[in-house]
Structures are given as structure tokens and as C-alpha cells.
């Protein structure tokens, strides 16, 4: 296959300035006519290319006369017309068939209803179209159909809706702003409608719409509330408002993503919009908040203004996905938030970071854009952006988006202009910036120290270094602001200055790979605590000791850092022990000092639950290798467990204390003490007396929420056991006609480290709920394995590596970018001790060598190897 190059991008040879569509829908042959006004784009004599897959041709025409077999040719990808006029319409019907697209790209059934997923390359299945975000196109779209689906929509706003005869309707629908096919989107179906609406900043009245599954419209309510939050947000902290009468979002079952952007038609995976104390966990509800927020935002910052070519998606993405945690921490919290955005960086960008599939947040080639939805371009992006923020300061980095959409908009540009933007407003050469943008690699920065007691000076000496990653065996250094605070021994803020100024904070921004700084008039032997907020997305090393550390833990007044003391003193414990070297001392130590934590009265539960939880086994594996996850899975247990024995009385203070007082809400304070409170019963777990296990099973019982249902579940999981398996089954009772929260049930499963959960993982795959064309089910189970339990997909005889493998195999031919997102599990093989190492690797060989293998698995898996 043929890679597509950054380099290689030419704007397109022509350009469409209106079209209009008109679907006769049939879930087996689905008729759409396309009338595209087009212009030559420069002067050249290129043929006119279209793109088109998967469609039946029925017509073309050229100003109206109908093309002969020798006037165009069709073959799998393309519509040519070598003689066209400079400025034309072209007429063209196709056939498609919605019902046997399992791709769920282009137009699909679910559960009955139509829907679309364009981004990214998906509107070549629907109609011959220039499927690329650099032609902007004023859509008019007419849908028919039988009346039985109810509801047909589209982008934009409703021009006209009828009746037809024999039992059939249509409606016609305009959007007035010009955008890349890959925003078209078009519904039908029937559909519960959530209706409320808002007044923008300058006063208009905007209708918000939620179309939902019939009965479903009460579990909108918590988006919708979304959706207000987010508009009003997105008016205040960017001063970005909503431009049409009409903002809709549909939920759909059957979704690749997470959710889409379309232009006025967000469309969602159900299990990101609908939400209830009874079905959803706080954790959905936190994620809904988000992604609602996520797509909303994207009206400015992805459809407004577009990305030039695929290349520069974390133009849209790494800035929305900024905004969007922006807008979580002020809903939530800033500190809680932060640390919950790192943790996700960490557990799904450092190994990708780290290993062959690393790639920079702009890539410069790909085989198939849909594998590079990743972590790199969507949380690395929007750390890139965090920094720039920093680098610049909050007021240059307002001017500079300001400046932005105000050039940008209606147009496709280039994280060039984007940058641009920010040294106009901020006067500072940013080109050495534009390098994070380029070079792919999680920088090491070292950090040491030297302080002169008689001076009162304290010395920072900071340095970087990225290892190589494939294609770039030279880093050059980044610039990263690394933020610094003093403490004293007993944990009280340490005033210092720098340049002359006094300050108890600072930026060193590490420039040419190395910086030395010193601070003076600093009274007391300080303790450092840096990359406070995580200010710069790198693996810190420093020269502290353990018990900087600890006054870290208990007093640092940087929310991030504190949690990160702890868990760096955790993660050294458990490789200590992992590497045949355990040091009790120190993990009673550790335990004492998370018990201090805990008893702080500060301190909010949200936070706390976070300090529970220890380093994950995959982040273990990433910091030492080559990995032995049999190893880390045994040391973090004896961790967990040490601290379950320690922590027992106010583990169960916790537990009893935080029980939930009143109705349910699903407001952040709350979840935080739920949280909490179902972090202490999983700890309990791991010291588990009959007396716990009567304590698991009592909240599971009495839980009058998804919440706690599901953390009295995983702690009986934790057990193992009857108590377990009766629990098992009675959800599986009560909720086997909710699919959401089925899917949960195949997921808790999936993350059982017993070691019956292979066993049971592979049983599961035969089970009648079990159902791999939709992507919800696949990944609750397949990539819940393979991600979230490595003590069990490491399974020394290769059996959990042998499972992904066919799964990705089995589902290539169904759904090939739903497949190459469960590639990279194996693509860490490398890290891992050879015995296991090898076993990766011979099933990741067994996937290339086989035939009829998609683009996108094959993409993946090669570069796995190479
Ligand atoms: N729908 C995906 C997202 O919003 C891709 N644009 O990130
Ligand atoms: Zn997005």
C-alpha cells in the first residue's frame, strides 16, 4: 500500500461551491443524487477525480447531458472525468446499501435507523464527492423516506418537511455555512426528541435537540444540562457563540467513535449521552460532561475553522480536546481534573510515545488517517497547547485565539497559521516551539540541585534528553516551561528570588536542552517541587530523595505534585519488589503516610480516592524494563494489601462515613465522596476477611446507584468466589435489556485478574449478548482485556495474546478501523521480557501474514514489527 505524505499536499484541482443531495432511502438500496456546482480551482488541465467507494453507479451527467462509458471511467476509488469546462454541474446518482455497510463509515443502519459517520473518509461511500477538509461546500440536502422513520434530519436548518404519497415524507434542509463533507451528517429514524433552548451572548434564541431512543428522552436530561453549561462556557472563556436557530444531537448505538462533530447534527455514541443514577456511573457522567463539551466546542475550533488536510487534525482535535478539559476543570475541579488528565496521558500516550506506533502530533505520512485518532493527536495535542498557554501567558494566548478565529474563519488552515496566530499576539519567536509539533518522543527531563546553606542559594540544574522513536533517531530540544516551588522539611512554602524578585513560584523554561537557574534568599534546606501541574508533558527524573518526597506528599501545596509524591514513592516500592529488592520499611512508611493523608480534613474525597490508587501494572512495565508482568502484578497486590492491613480502621471509617446522605446527584463533590468511598471498599479487597466480603456484597446490595453497584461488584471480583458469582448473575438479570450497562458487565469481566478471568474472557466471546459488528460490546470486552488486565493478557502461554489477535482478525472483516484500534496492546512487545516478548510478536506476525488484511490492521501491525 501507498503512504500519503504531508509533503506531497496540493490544493485541490477543483472546488465545489454548492451541492445539493437528495436521498431516497431504503436500508438495502438507498438512491442518492448528487448536483455539484464545480470550478476549476488555478489553471491546469487535470482530469476531474472524484472519490467513491462501495457505490453502484446509476448516472452521471455534464450540464445536464448524461456521460457515455468512454466520457469517465469508475473503478474502486475513483469517478474521472479527463475534459471538463472550467466551471460545470455535474449530475450523478448512485446506489448503496446502508444495511450491509459494517464499517458504520459513510451511511448505516442502527437499531433501524439511518445515521452517517463522515470523518474521516467516510463521504466517498455515499456519494463521488472530493473527500478532503479543503473543499467548502454550501450543503442542501432532501431526504425521502418511508414515514415510519419519523424523524429526518440533516445539517443546518429545516427549510421544508411534507408528506409524500404511498406512505412516504421528505424534508429539505440547508446549511448555510460551507464545510468539508466529512461534517455532512443525515438521520432517520424513530426517535424521542429532549427539547429545551438557550439565548446566545448577543441574544438570539438557539432550539437544542436530543433525539434519543424511544423512552430514552429522560436520560438526555444530564447532556442537556451539558450542552447549556458548554454553550455559555464556550461564550465566556473564548467568547465563541453558537450561529444557527438550531443545535441537535442524535445518540446511535452503533458508533465507531466516541462521538462527531457534524456541523449543527453532533452525532454520539449512546453510551457518551445518556445517563441515569440507576444505568450510569459517575464516571460516565463525567465523561459525558466532557464529550458533550468536546463536539460543542468543535463548532468553532474543527467546523468554523477546519483542518487544511488530514495531517493537521490536532489543529482540531489537540485544541478541543484543551478547551474541553479547560471546561472540565472549572465544572469540576481544577487540581482533581488535572491529575485525572495525566493519568490518561500517561496509561494511553507514553506507551504509544514509547513504542513503535509513536508518531508526532503532526505526522508527515500515513496509510490510513482513521489510525491516527490517538492519544498522541488528541492528548499530546492539548498538552502542546497547554504549554503554549504557558510559554505566552494567558492574556497573549486569549489575543492569539482571538486573532485566530478571526482570520481563519470559514477556511481550512494549517497549524502553521495557527501558531502564527500566538507570535502575533504574544511578539515571541515561536519556531522552536513548532518542534513539538514535529518530533514524536516523551522528553526526559533531569532535574538536580545544589544548595549553598551559607549563600542562601539554591542551584537548579535542568537538562533533556528524548530517546529515538522509529524514524527519528535524532531529538532536537524541546522548549518546556517546567514550573518549580520551594517547601521546608516541616512542609511550610519556602519564599525565594529570582532575577531580584521575590516569588514562591516560578517557570524555568528549558530552552536550548539545558537550563541553570539560582534562586536566592532561600532561609531553610529547601525541598523541590517541580513540574508542578505537570507543566510540560515529560518523564521527570530528579535527584530527590525518599523523604522529599514525603513532605511532598503530605504539605505540597500544588494539588498535582502532592498526588504525584505519592505515587512515585508507590511506584518506586513496587519495582523495588518487582526487581527481587522489596523494602518493607518503606511500604509500611508509605502506608503511614497515605493514612495521614486520608485523616486530612483539607482535603476533598476526590482527591483522596485518587491517592489510593496506586501506579497502574501498565505504567510499571513502561518505567522498567524489560517488563515482567508477572512480577509487577505480584508486587503491586503485596502493596495494595500491605496498605489494606494497615489502613483497615479508616478504610472502613471511609467506608462508613461517606455512605450517601439523601438523593443522588450527580454534581463532582458528590461523585468524589462516592469515589472515595468505593476506593476504600476495592483496597478492602485486597485484605479480604469474611467480614469483607459480607462489606462487598452489603454494597453491592444496597446500592442505589451504577456507581456503587459497580464498585461492590469489582470488590466481590476482587474477591472471587460465590459471593461473586451470585452477584454476577444477578446483574446480568437485572440489566440484560439495558445494552449499556450490559456492555459494562462483559467490561467488569474483562479487567478480573483471577486467574479463572482467560478462561472466562474467551467463554465470553460465544455468549448470545456477545455481538462484535458493535463497537461498544467489542471493545467492553476485547479492549478491556486487552489494556486494563495485563496480569491476565499476559498469560504466560501466549493464549491472552492468541485472543486479541483473532479477535482483531475476525472483526478486520467487519469493521477494519475498529479492528486496528485493538492493535497496539501487542505493539508494546518489545518492552517485555523475551518469553513474552516472542509471543507478542509471533501473533502480531501471524496478523500481517494474513490474506485479505485491511490497510488500516495492516498499517498497525507492521509497524508494530518493524
Ligand atoms: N468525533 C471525533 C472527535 O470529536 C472525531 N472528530 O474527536
Ligand atoms: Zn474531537
Known amino acids: 500500500p501507498q503512504a500519503i505524505r504531508l509533503s506531497d499536499y496540493r490544493p485541490p484541482a477543483y472546488l465545489i461551491d454548492e451541492v445539493e443531495l437528495h436521498f431516497d432511502l431504503s436500508p438495502n438500496a438507498t438512491r442518492v443524487k448528487a448536483r455539484l456546482d464545480i470550478r476549476r480551482n488555478g489553471d491546469h488541465a487535470e482530469p476531474l477525480v472524484l472519490n467513491g467507494e462501495r457505490l453502484k453507479p446509476v448516472s452521471v451527467a455534464l450540464n445536464g447531458r448524461a456521460l457515455g462509458e468512454g466520457e469517465r471511467t469508475v473503478d474502486d476509488e475513483f469517478l474521472t472525468i479527463p475534459n471538463v469546462p472550467d466551471v460545470f454541474t455535474l449530475e450523478t446518482e448512485v446506489e448503496i446499501d446502508p444495511q450491509a455497510n459494517t464499517h458504520l463509515e459513510g451511511l448505516y443502519m442502527s437499531g433501524g435507523r439511518f445515521c452517517t459517520q463522515c470523518e474521516a473518509e467516510g463521504f466517498r461511500k455515499i456519494t463521488w464527492f472530493p473527500d478532503r477538509p479543503d473543499v467548502l461546500t454550501r450543503f442542501t440536502v432532501r431526504i425521502e423516506a418511508d414515514r415510519k422513520f419519523q424523524h429526518l434530519l440533516s445539517n443546518g436548518n429545516l427549510l421544508e418537511a411534507g408528506e409524500l404519497p404511498g406512505g412516504r415524507h421528505y424534508a429539505v434542509w440547508n446549511d448555510p455555512f460551507p464545510k468539508p463533507c466529512y461534517l455532512f451528517a443525515l438521520v432517520a429514524g424513530e426517535l424521542d426528541v429532549l427539547e429545551d433552548s438557550i439565548t446566545t451572548m448577543s441574544g438570539r434564541k438557539v432550539e437544542l435537540k436530543i433525539y434519543v431512543d424511544p423512552g430514552m428522552a429522560p436520560r438526555a436530561a444530564y447532556a442537556m444540562d451539558a450542552l447549556k453549561r458548554s454553550m455559555k462556557w464556550d461564550e465566556e472563556a473564548f467568547g465563541r457563540e453558537y450561529d444557527l436557530d438550531l443545535f441537535m444531537i442524535v445518540a446511535v448505538r452503533d458508533f465507531n467513535f466516541g462521538a462527531m462533530e457534524n456541523k449543527g447534527l ?166 522552536d516551539f513548532f518542534a513539538w509539533y514535529e518530533q514524536a518522543g516523551t522528553p526526559k527531563v533531569t532535574v538536580k540541585r545544589r544548595y549553598d546553606e551559607a549563600a542562601r542559594t539554591l542551584e537548579l540544574e535542568l537538562s533533556q534528553e528524548t530517546p529515538p522513536t522509529p524514524g527519528q533517531p535524532n531529538k532536537r530540544p524541546l522548549p518546556l516551561p517546567v514550573a518549580v516551588g520551594l517547601l521546608d522539611a516541616e512542609g511550610r512554602t519556602l519564599a525565594f528570588e529570582r532575577d531580584g524578585q521575590a516569588m514562591d513560584e516560578t517557570v524555568i523554561v528549558l530552552k536550548d536542552g539545558a537550563a541553570k537557574v539560582t534562586l536566592h534568599g532561600v532561609d531553610r534546606p529547601p525541598v523541590v517541587s517541580a513540574l508542578r501541574g505537570f507543566s510540560a508533558p515529560v518523564t521527570l527524573i530528579t535527584d530527590a530523595e525518599p523523604k522529599d518526597r514525603y513532605v511532598l506528599l503530605a504539605s505540597d501545596p500544588d494539588l498535582f505534585n502532592r498526588w504525584e509524591a505519592g505515587q512515585g514513592l508507590a511506584r518506586d516500592l513496587m519495582l523495588a519488589r518487582a526487581g527481587g529488592a522489596p523494602n518493607e520499611v518503606g511500604e509500611e512508611r508509605f502506608a503511614e503516610a497515605v493514612g495521614r493523608a ?44 500491605r496498605l489494606a492491613l494497615h489502613l483497615d480502621e479508616e478504610l472502613r471509617r471511609l467506608h462508613t462515613g461517606l455512605q450517601q446522605l439523601g438523593e443522588f446527584s450527580p454534581d463532582a463533590v458528590s461523585a468524589g465522596r462516592r469515589a472515595l468511598r468505593n476506593a476504600a471498599l476495592d483496597l478492602m479487597a485486597a485484605n479480604p476477611r469474611s467480614e469483607v466480603v459480607e462489606l462487598a456484597r452489603g454494597h453491592y446490595e444496597a446500592a442505589s446507584n451504577m456507581t456503587d453497584a459497580i464498585g461492590g461488584l469489582s470488590a466481590l471480583m476482587l474477591i472471587g468466589g460465590q459471593a461473586f458469582e451470585d452477584a454476577l448473575a444477578h446483574f446480568y438479570d437485572r440489566w440484560k435489556d439495558e445494552p449499556l450497562v450490559v456492555d459494562k458487565w462483559f467490561a467488569l469481566q474483562a479487567r478480573d485478574p483471577g486467574d479463572g478471568a482467560l478462561g472466562r474472557v474467551l467463554g465470553l466471546t460465544a455468549h448470545p449478548a456477545f455481538d462484535p459488528k458493535n463497537p461498544n460490546r467489542l471493545r467492553a470486552l476485547v479492549s478491556t482485556f486487552a489494556s486494563m488486565n495485563p496480569s491476565r493478557f499476559h498469560d504466560p502461554s501466549g493464549a491472552g495474546y492468541r485472543f486479541l489477535a483473532d479477535q482483531i482478525l475476525a472483526v478486520d472483516a467487519i469493521n477494519p478501523s475498529v479492528a486496528a484500534r485493538l492493535v497496539e496492546p501487542l505493539g508494546g512487545w518489545r518492552r517485555y521480557r523475551p518469553e513474552y516478548g516472542e509471543l507478542m510478536k509471533a501473533e502480531l506476525q501471524r496478523i500481517v501474514g494474513t490474506e485479505g488484511l485491511s490497510k488500516n490492521v495492516y498499517e498497525l501491525a507492521s509497524k508494530a514489527l518493524a
Open 266 to 431: 453532533n452525532i454520539f455514541n449512546s453510551s457518551l449521552l445518556l445517563a441515569d443514577p440507576a444505568t450510569a456511573t459517575d464516571l460516565d457522567y463525567e465523561r459525558i460532561e466532557s464529550v458533550v463539551a468536546h463536539e460543542y466546542f468543535h463548532n468553532w475550533t474543527g467546523d468554523r475553522i477546519t483542518c487544511r488536510d488530514w495531517f493537521q487534525l490536532c489543529l482540531k482535535e489537540g485544541l478541543t480536546v484543551f478547551r474541553d478539559q479547560s471546561f472540565s476543570a472549572d465544572m469540576r475541579g481544577e487540581a482533581v481534573q488535572r491529575i485525572k488528565d495525566v493519568k490518561q496521558l500517561r496509561a494511553r500516550q507514553f506507551p504509544e510515545d514509547q513504542g513503535p506506533l509513536a508518531h508526532p502530533v503532526r505526522p508527515s505520512s500515513y496509510l490510513k488517517i482513521d489510525n491516527f485518532y490517538t492519544a498522541t493527536i488528541y492528548e499530546k495535542g492539548a498538552e502542546v497547547i497547554r504549554m503554549l498557554k504557558t510559554l505566552i501567558g494567558a492574556q497573549a494566548f486569549r489575543a492569539g485565539m482571538d486573532l485566530y478565529f478571526e482570520r481563519w474563519d470559514g477556511h481550512a488552515t494549517t497549524v502553521e497559521e495557527f501558531i502564527r496566530c500566538f507570535e502575533e499576539s504574544s511578539g515571541q519567536d515561536l519556531s
Open 598 to 641: 486520608l485523616t486530612d480534613q483539607a482535603a476533598e474525597p476526590a482527591f483522596k480516592a485518587l491517592l489510593l490508587a496506586l501506579p497502574s501494572e501498565q505504567e510499571l512495565a513502561l518505567a522498567r524494563q524489560p517488563a515482567d508482568p508477572a512480577a509487577i502484578h505480584e508486587a503491586r497486590e503485596t502493596l495494595r494489601t
